[in-house]
């Protein structure tokens, strides 16, 4: 990297916030998804809005790609420097600016961990909805990112519907401040379309985030099945029955042996086939209905047996081992690929058997724990990326899996964002056109494509509209 | 050199890139940056092991950054072992040299020549004392520059009298339900010997006879953490050894007491530690079994000789009063329910939570000597929560953190005194118990 662009940047952001050394780029190289790494030829790591800004415009002058990073906990390499260039990272901006409680909203920097947000407003006995597995480490940045999901997002909506406002500095070092908390969007929804952009359109450093009031009464509930069909049925027919519940977790048992020997350990049943983590919030009335509702469609199902959480320490025990699931799959083997689909509800024993048939016919190891409420499926296959015929049968297995789940009506991503991991599938799910309309949204924001390159949008794609074809407009699928 | 003396790669390959663990290290919240924490750190063992990287200079400051307080370790869903990748990761540093010459003689003066000697201990204090009593520690920087500057802020050397060994036998007061063996340990005796003291009185009162071997001094952890495992593996050995021959009144050997966390959790470790010597193995292991923490085994006595030990003065302890976790008793020995409950049972305490309690203060052995800057800078976030807390009090369990806080304490002005937990029972002792000199 030019000698004087280093130092221009350096003086911006300060010796502590300048990357340079091949040592300390290295982590750099790729974030949750692990077998393709690249490492950056420099990291950033601005404090404020204002460093940002300067960097982006020097940045900019010199043609450089830029990563933006928040936590690196992404699972689809949506992080990885495919191309080099420079990773600006938020790990400094971490800030609580402004909590509203009246007009229950709160301001924060990007790089604040989702956790430490709800932290800051739980006095006020509010808290920031969205709950992605990684709360304790991801940042509310890349939460914006990826439109992350989360157990409690079946109730609540996933990230796009908590985000009221943004200061995002674009491609070219320009202030974009939509920070003011916007409950309507008047004009074009422009926060609406830069969450879930993947860092695609620029880097937000302010997130306005919707807070929602703490719930009255909160009952969690444990079920234990003999069979993963059993769990996936009641789970189907609860829906069906159009009730209620703020959060439906199944967890297998591979997963729940390997939470039950971490030290998230939550007295899971060992010898259970499957486990479902039921959750009802509301009114004491509300919740005592629905919760008898579920449990005689459990009953249905042949529950083995159903465990309450006593007091917010049980609560926190169930949930923590549901949230340490993905982590705890390190005992299994050095590596995992975690698929993200999503499926329609009334297929959930179906494509979770077949998702199995497709890892077990290439001797891949599967556990499964996931959404089920929102059909939103992890299949996890476990893997050591050493071994390159593995990795193969894995990435071959996922996108088995992918497209089954597309044929039958489901989608991609349900949380984790395309990345560079199901870049190539997004074929599957959009016609030429509206692939050809996302890359012009994308143009609008990044003319020279230098933000995050090479994710979301599959080379083809990509390739074919850097000589512009003529672009009639057709009916788009999505 | 060859990457196997520096990274055990089986270790490397539990990590799963999760990243649950970057929130609660205390470098990557001083400094953002993914190689100071613990997931970028095992990113880059795993790197050196297959042959991706040098271990070289850059490398060896990564490794040495880490404070090695291993709350990633109460985070890893996946069960890493940090502290003991740490350790084995420097020794293979130490060993393949890189360190200049002034910082190889200052290790060995310090690990090889100044711990292991109580008399030389003793000493040092001594001069220390007398330096601190003219002004004449002052005069350090000017003489010896930068590698001076730590000189001044040294913690201050108690008088003579504190100075003291425990004595061999302490008797229990009434009659005695057991027998425990207490280390002395090596700066201990020397900053912090009411500690020690106020340790042997609260098992007496609790009803145990006290034994304490004074052939028994450092048990190794620093040089451990630091790299010098042959070091720590000679002062284990001797440790274990010393306290051997001491039995239980049934017979059985008796249980170690250990009031300084760094220590208990080294020392619970020593089967590890020996696993290769064949002659020791067994012996580190029966003894790593016997150690326990002070507040671990104090917690475990019957409750009518702990009321009848703690029934005594409430109002020794301005309240409310915080306790902090040391790293290695939450962290290291999993041991975090026990300190609460025993001052729960001081008569009219008043006892808050301090916010994230389990987090490090930045003493980290001797990482506030070696890196003050850093250890400063994670020190002040713990200062704010302490003021937050508003606590006049705070109680811990070893002696570098309890240093740390002081100096911090009186830095930011606060108005908090801070004790060991043994010196905050010892003051709630009931009347008829002997009382402090």
Redesign the interface.
């Known amino acids: 990297m030019d000698a004087a662009l280093l130092a221009a940047l350096g003086a911006i952001v300060g010796d502590?916030g300048l990357?340079g050394?091949?040592?300390?780029r290295?982590?750099?190289e790729?974030?949750?998804l692990?077998f393709h790494k690249r490492a950056p030829d420099l990291?950033l790591?601005p404090e404020n809005t204002e460093q940002t800004v300067h960097c982006m415009r020097l940045l900019c002058e010199a043609g450089v790609p830029v990563v933006p990073r928040g936590?690196?906990?992404g699972l689809a390499g949506g992080a990885t420097p495919l191309e080099g260039g420079v990773v600006v990272?938020t790990?400094?901006m971490r800030r609580v600016l402004e909590v509203d409680v009246v007009d229950r909203f709160a301001r924060v920097e990007a790089?604040l961990?989702n956790?430490?947000l709800s932290r800051a407003c739980a006095t006020h006995g509010l808290f920031y909805a969205p709950d992605p597995s990684?709360q304790?480490?991801?940042t509310i940045g890349g939460n914006v990112a990826n439109n992350s999901g989360g157990p409690h997002c079946f109730k609540y909506g996933a990230t796009t519907r908590h985000i009221l406002g943004l200061k995002i500095v674009t491609p070219e070092g320009e202030v974009l401040d939509l920070s003011e908390p916007e409950v309507d969007p008047t004009g074009y929804d422009l926060v609406g379309l830069f969450v879930g952009s993947e860092g695609m359109f620029g880097l937000a450093t302010e997130i306005t985030t919707r807070l929602v009031p703490l719930p009255e009464v909160t009952e969690t509930l444990l079920a234990v099945f003999p069979s993963l069909e059993a769990c996936c049925d009641s789970v189907t027919e609860i829906i069906a029955a159009r009730l209620e519940p703020s959060a439906i977790e199944i967890l297998d048992r591979m997963t729940i042996q390997?939470?039950e020997?971490?030290?998230?350990a939550a007295g899971y049943p060992e010898q259970a086939e499957a486990v479902l983590l039921l959750e009802s919030e509301g009114s004491a009335a509300e919740v005592g209905e629905n919760v008898a509702d579920m449990r005689a469609i459990l009953v249905r199902h042949g529950v083995l047996e159903e465990r309450r959480a006593r007091d917010e320490h049980e609560r926190a025990r169930l949930w923590a081992g549901r949230k340490?699931?993905?982590?705890?799959?390190?005992?299994i083997a050095?590596?995992?690929y975690v698929a993200d689909v999503v499926v329609p509800r009334t297929k959930l024993r179906e494509l979770v058997l077949a998702s199995t048939r497709i890892a077990h016919a290439r001797g891949l190891t599967i556990s499964n724990v996931f959404h089920a409420g929102d059909g939103n499926l992890h299949p996890n296959i476990s893997y050591?990326r050493?071994d390159a015929d593995e990795v193969e049968r894995v990435l071959d297995a996922g996108r088995e899996i992918m497209k089954l789940c597309v044929a039958a009506g489901g989608s991609l991503s349900g949380e984790h964002g395309i990345g560079l991991e199901k870049r190539e599938e997004m074929e599957l799910v959009f016609d030429p056109p509206s692939l050809e309309r996302m890359l012009r949204v994308r143009s609008a924001w990044d003319r020279d494509g230098r933000m995050n390159p090479g994710k979301l949008i599959p080379v083809r794609v990509c390739m074919e509209l850097r000589t512009p074809p003529p672009a009639p407009i057709s009916k788009a699928r999505g | 050199m060859d990457p196997a003396t520096i990274v055990e790669t089986a270790s490397t390959?539990?990590?799963?890139?999760?990243?649950?663990?970057?929130?609660t290290c205390p470098t990557?919240r001083l400094?953002?940056?993914?190689?100071a924490g613990p997931?970028?750190r095992i990113?880059?063992m795993r790197?050196v092991a297959?042959g991706?990287?040098d271990a070289?200079a850059?490398?060896a400051e990564?490794m040495n950054a880490c404070l090695l307080c291993r709350h990633c370790?109460?985070?890893?869903?996946?069960?890493i072992r940090m502290g003991a990748m740490m350790e084995f990761t420097r020794g293979g540093l130490e060993a393949g040299g890189g360190r200049p010459w002034w910082s190889r003689l200052a290790r060995w003066a310090g690990f090889r020549v100044l711990l292991p000697s109580r008399r030389l201990l003793g000493l040092v204090a001594a001069l220390l004392r007398l330096a601190q009593k003219t002004g004449a520690v002052r005069l350090a920087p000017l003489l010896l520059g930068r590698r001076g500057a730590a000189a001044p802020s040294l913690p201050a050397v108690p008088p003579a009298s504190e100075r003291v060994p425990l004595p061999a036998r302490t008797a229990a007061v009434g009659e005695p339900r057991g027998r425990v063996s207490v280390l002395h340990g090596c700066v201990m005796p020397v900053l912090f010997g009411r500690v020690n003291r106020s340790t042997v009185r609260v098992l007496a009162a609790a009803g145990l006879e006290v034994r304490s071997p004074t052939r028994a001094g450092c048990c190794g952890s620093l040089h451990a953490h630091n790299g010098d495992l042959a070091a720590a593996r000679a002062l284990a050995r001797k440790t274990i050894a010393a306290h051997e021959g001491i039995t239980d009144l049934s017979g059985a050997m008796a249980p170690i007491v250990v009031n300084s966390a760094g220590c208990g959790s080294h020392m619970k470790e020593y089967g590890e530690l020996l696993s290769d010597d064949a002659e020791w193995h067994e012996r580190a292991r029966s003894f790593a079994a016997r150690v326990v923490d002070f507040s671990e085994h104090l917690a475990a006595c019957p409750d009518e000789f702990l009321d009848a030990a703690l029934a005594g003065r409430s109002a020794a302890l301005a309240g409310p009063v915080v306790w902090d976790d040391p790293c290695h008793l939450c962290h290291g020995q999993g041991v975090r329910a026990q300190p609460r409950s025993l001052l729960d049972r001081i008569a009219g305490i008043e006892r808050v939570e301090l916010a994230e309690s389990e987090s490090c203060c930045g003493s980290a052995g001797i990482y506030s000597l070696l890196r003050p800057e850093a250890s400063a800078a994670i020190l002040d976030e713990r200062l704010s929560a302490l003021a937050a807390s508003g606590a006049r009090t705070l109680v811990t369990a070893n002696p570098g953190c309890q240093l740390q806080w002081q100096t911090g304490v009186r830095r930011a002005g606060l108005d908090v005194e801070v004790l060991h937990l043994a010196e905050a029972l010892d003051r709630a002792l009931a009347d008829g118990t002997p009382s402090a000199p």
Do not use: N, Q, W
Request: proline share 4%; with cysteine.
């Open positions: 502590d990357i050394d091949a040592v300390r290295k982590p750099y790729c974030d949750g692990t990291v790591l936590a690196g906990t990272g790990a400094r790089g961990v956790l430490d990684s304790m480490a991801c390997a939470v020997a971490s030290v998230y340490g699931a993905f982590g705890a799959m390190g005992r050095p590596d995992l050591d050493r | 390959l539990d990590c799963i890139h999760c990243g649950l663990c970057l929130r990557y400094t953002g940056i993914e190689s997931r970028g990113h880059l790197a297959e991706e990287l070289g850059d490398f990564e370790e109460s985070v890893c869903p996946s069960g």
